[in-house]
């Protein structure tokens, strides 16, 4: 039975996270953003959550560009690894020997185990409770095209993707999860 609850609960989970990379002065990062999401067309704006305190925000503050990042299944630990170290201790890239290449549009690291992926430049920054909102208009996107059909959708005999269920553990939507076929249009 549902009841009224008093004490704040994030219930946003299970979803898919972000990897997030910056880099501004010779320095740069990656973390993980839980909360984010596609907002706007022409032009094309991604927009993610993150903490004013994170390393990766003082980057993208400075630099104004940031990337976001899809990684498969076989990088949860990678994920959940970026988003609970600080850049302010550790270089992630090298302790993780995390694999990029330079932006074509953006000076940020493009991860090369993304299958899919955003440049963005900032648009707005925006303060809500003790997270900061970055929208960015998206500048170049990626897509490991090896892995989506002919129609855009994930292919899942190909590609298994992590979904963050919440206190560091993971499901695999994959080829094995159930699909249900919901026609936009009702007969008559």
């Known amino acids: 039975m549902r009841l009224p609850i008093q004490e704040p609960v994030w219930y946003s989970y299970p979803g898919m996270v972000a990897v997030v990379t910056s880099r501004s002065n010779g320095k740069q990062n990656i973390m993980a953003s839980g909360w984010h999401t596609y907002i706007g067309s022409s032009p094309s704006i991604y927009g993610i959550s ?3 305190e ?3 925000y003082q980057l993208i503050e400075q630099s104004g560009v940031f990337g976001v990042h899809f990684l498969p299944a ?4 990678l994920i959940q690894a970026v988003g609970t170290f600080s850049g302010h201790d550790i270089d992630k890239y090298v302790k993780y020997n995390i694999a990029y290449e330079e932006g074509l549009k953006a000076d940020i690291p493009v991860l090369t185990d993304a299958y899919f992926a955003y440049e963005c430049k900032v648009m707005n920054m925006t303060t809500f409770g003790d997270h900061e909102w970055i929208a960015g208009e998206i500048l170049q996107c990626y897509r490991d095209s090896e892995v989506f059909l002919d129609d855009g959708l994930p292919d899942f005999a190909k590609l298994e993707i992590p979904l963050y ?5 993971y499901r695999v939507l994959d080829q094995d999860a159930r699909e249900k076929n919901h026609p936009l249009y009702m007969e008559r």
Do not use: H, N
Not at 74 to 77: I, Q, Y
Not at 165 to 169: A, D, P
């Open 74 to 77: 076989r990088c949860s630990e």
């Open 50 to 52: 993150i903490r004013k």
């Open 165 to 169: 269920i919440g206190r560091s553990l």
């Open 54 to 56: 994170t390393f990766t």
